[in-house]
């Protein structure tokens, strides 16, 4: 099964992505994750993403469709989750025919519908750990013991760049702007299934596996 998690910046998408992988073996293909991961090494696509990451604006099409299409071949007959991809018109095309070529089809199209002003608290207050990844949040998720984290115990913990009001907003313009209005390109195909991201972790989870199970 090849899955879409479509929401605004903060909705959910890599949370529940993780937690797929977790549960059903399915194979999180976030797109932010693999910009970062470049940014992170220098290469010649994380020196051109960087600035526009933290600005909040979208990277070219063609870069993310061919970070998208490096990582289908490998899956074998592992489901995709794809997570903050596509987010254009152009990119939901190119996403099409990277399946069809690898004979490959869309399930579902999993919308988090959600309260904007929420998505700016979740976003600026998330961080975390330095060393394992492990998830915190200054208002809901703090570490038990004082700035050590649960998991690994280590001390350092880091904040994404792009998680600050100003940047938030412009990515959730961009949101509003190009990726809102790929929708009907799936609700004329009927795979779009709407969910309330506003309810717990749990509840969305819940959710979603009444979906995939085709229990909604
Ligand atoms: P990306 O990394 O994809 O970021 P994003 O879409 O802005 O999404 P986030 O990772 O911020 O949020 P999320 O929906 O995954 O939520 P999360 O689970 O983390 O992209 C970053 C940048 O890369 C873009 O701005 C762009 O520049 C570039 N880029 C990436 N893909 C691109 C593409 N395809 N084309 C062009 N450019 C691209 O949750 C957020 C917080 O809320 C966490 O603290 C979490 O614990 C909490 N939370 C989650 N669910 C709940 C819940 N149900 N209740 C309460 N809290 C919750």
């Known amino acids: 099964m090849n899955i879409i998690l479509l929401g605004p910046p903060g909705a959910g998408k890599g949370t529940q992505a993780a937690r797929l992988e977790l549960h059903r073996g399915m194979v999180q293909l976030s797109t932010g994750d693999m910009l970062r991961q470049a940014v992170a090494q220098g290469t010649p696509v994380g020196l ?82 330095g060393k394992c990844g492990a998830p915190y949040h200054d208002q ?45 390109y799936y609700q004329e195909r009927d795979l779009v299934r709407p969910i309330d991201g506003m309810a717990p972790v749990d509840a969305v989870a819940l959710a979603i596996d009444a979906i995939l199970d085709g229990a909604a």
């Open 48 to 129: 051109q993403a960087k600035a526009v990451m933290e600005a909040g604006e979208l990277v070219s099409d063609a870069i993310v469709s061919a970070l998208i299409g490096e990582r289908l071949d490998p899956l074998g007959d592992k489901g995709a989750i794809f997570d903050g991809y596509p987010r254009t018109r152009a990119q939901a095309e190119a996403l099409d025919l990277l399946l069809s070529e690898r004979g490959r089809k869309l399930d579902y199209v999993i919308e988090l519908e959600v309260d904007e002003e929420a998505l700016v608290e979740r976003i600026t207050g998330r961080f975390s750990c």
């Open 140 to 184: 809901f998720k703090l570490p038990k013991v004082d700035e050590t984290c649960d998991v690994c115990g280590a001390h350092e913990f880091k904040r994404r760049p792009d998680d600050n009001q100003k940047t938030v907003r412009t990515r959730l313009a961009e949101y509003r702007a190009k990726t809102a209005p790929i929708l009907p």
